[in-house]
């Protein structure tokens, strides 16, 4: 699977932004899928992670209650809708697949290109 991150851009804290990732390839809706994240300065860490039919979503403590992730397995999509942004929230937001453990960035195996989210005070 091959993958393709949209939608970042430049918002005021407590705003909202809507990410997409477009899949390409005939596993797509056989494979977990998620968003990881990475600031200035730290590591890559999890946001949010959906099974392959969308039945078990995860997310990091960080945005639970302000972040939903989505698929469309009929179109080859991945969603993040992303609600009351924080300052910290700003970092490159990556769309990932095909995970060994959701919580750790690096046994994801497949990668898209980020996308910016920057959130001014």
């Known amino acids: 699977v091959q993958l393709q991150a949209s939608g970042g851009g430049l918002v005021q804290d407590g705003g909202s932004l809507r990410l997409s990732c477009a899949g390409s390839g005939r596993t797509f809706g056989g494979v977990t899928m998620g968003w990881l994240r990475q600031a200035p300065g730290k590591e890559r860490e999890f946001v949010a992670g959906?099974?392959?039919?969308?039945?078990?979503?995860n997310y990091a403590d960080s945005v639970k209650g302000r972040f939903t992730i989505s698929r469309d397995n009929t179109k080859n999509m991945v969603f993040l809708q992303m609600n009351s942004l924080r300052p910290e929230d700003t970092a490159t937001y990556y769309c990932?697949?095909?995970?060994?453990?959701?919580?750790?960035?690096?046994?994801?195996?497949?990668w898209g290109q980020g996308t910016q989210v920057t959130v001014s005070s």
């Open positions: 990932a697949a095909d995970p060994t453990l959701l919580a750790v960035p690096s046994t994801w195996r497949v």
């Open positions: 959906i099974s392959p039919k969308g039945t078990r979503i």
